[in-house]
């Protein structure tokens, strides 16, 4: 039974040729990552983070800005994919992206398929990549 493949994004959704990429490489018999969906659906995350403090220092560890942004995934949607690999679509910011990672992980029990967007589109085939964080987390 097919089924649709959950896309996660804070800043932007994927446009149409990334999701074709992404589609290429997540669904169908013919995928490089066995998901066994046969479509992606776009969420978007809301965006309301905590903020630091005058100086740029944040009051909260990033375990626990982690528990706080796992409010934002649920409002999401996210408990609908608990017990399923979903996909995350890299935000600007590097530091929320690993507490976003980090926080799909404790919502649903696997690391996210991460679909990053090259900064500079001569890095990587296509101006992005798509990486199975579970998968190399099970193997460390």
């Known amino acids: 039974m ?36 046969s479509a992606l659906t776009q969420k978007r ?39 399923r690999q979903v996909v995350w679509v890299m935000p600007h910011d590097k530091e929320w992206d690993a507490i976003f990672q980090f926080a799909i992980r404790k919502e649903t029990g696997y690391g996210p398929y991460v679909v990053q967007r090259a900064a500079d589109e001569s890095d990587m085939q296509n101006g992005m990549r798509v990486i199975d964080t579970h998968m190399l987390l099970s193997r460390l």
């Not at 983070?49 to 560890?61: A, C, I, M, R, S």
């Open 2 to 37: 097919s089924r649709d493949l959950s896309c996660y994004y804070l800043d932007e959704p994927l446009c149409e040729a990334e999701l074709d990429f992404a589609g290429g490489i997540l669904l169908g018999p013919w995928a490089r990552f066995r998901t066994g969906a």
């Open 45 to 83: 995350v809301p965006a309301v983070l905590p903020l630091p403090d005058d100086h740029g220092v944040y009051g909260q560890t990033r375990e626990e800005r982690a528990r706080i942004v796992g409010a934002n995934l649920r409002h999401a949607g996210i408990r609908q994919d608990n017990g």
